[in-house]
């Protein structure tokens, strides 16, 4: 079993950056790509970022390419995301996920492990 831990959430103002940071636990073997999703208000979960269990491989929707940037410590078994230029339309939950599967996948059933969701507040 895996068990994922997001840090607590934040209120940023627009145009600063934040990094996002996950940490998991239990065994290695069974963590392979993660990945970042976010759930704003009154909408689906939807992914934002993924990466390969080598870090070679990473994956964005087309909505934060150039400001967001998603990396691992594999050693310390932490997932980050750095969000750059903030907006107020990046205010949602945001979720780490994680699949035994080493490989990159942008569909959020194709995850087994999830954290708890930390709220990232954008104020204008």
């Known amino acids: 079993q895996v068990h994922l831990v997001e840090f607590v959430g934040v209120l940023v103002q627009a145009g600063r950056s934040l990094r996002l940071s996950c940490a998991a636990s239990?065994?290695?073997?069974?963590?392979?790509?993660m990945g970042w999703f976010r759930q704003a208000p009154r909408a689906e979960r939807e992914f934002v970022a993924s990466?390969?269990?080598?870090?070679?491989?990473?994956y964005y929707t087309d909505s934060v390419k150039g400001r967001f940037a998603i990396s691992r410590d594999n050693v310390k078994k932490i997932l980050y995301l750095k969000i750059s230029s903030l907006k107020p339309e990046d205010t949602a939950v945001y979720y780490c996920?994680?699949?035994?599967?080493?490989?990159?996948?942008?569909?959020?059933?194709?995850?087994?492990?999830w954290g708890q969701g930390t709220k990232v507040t954008v104020s204008s």
């Open positions: 990466i390969s269990w080598s870090g070679g491989t990473t």
């Open positions: 239990g065994r290695s073997s069974n963590i392979g790509a």
């Open positions: 996920a994680a699949r035994r599967n080493v490989v990159c996948t942008v569909n959020l059933s194709e995850y087994d492990y």
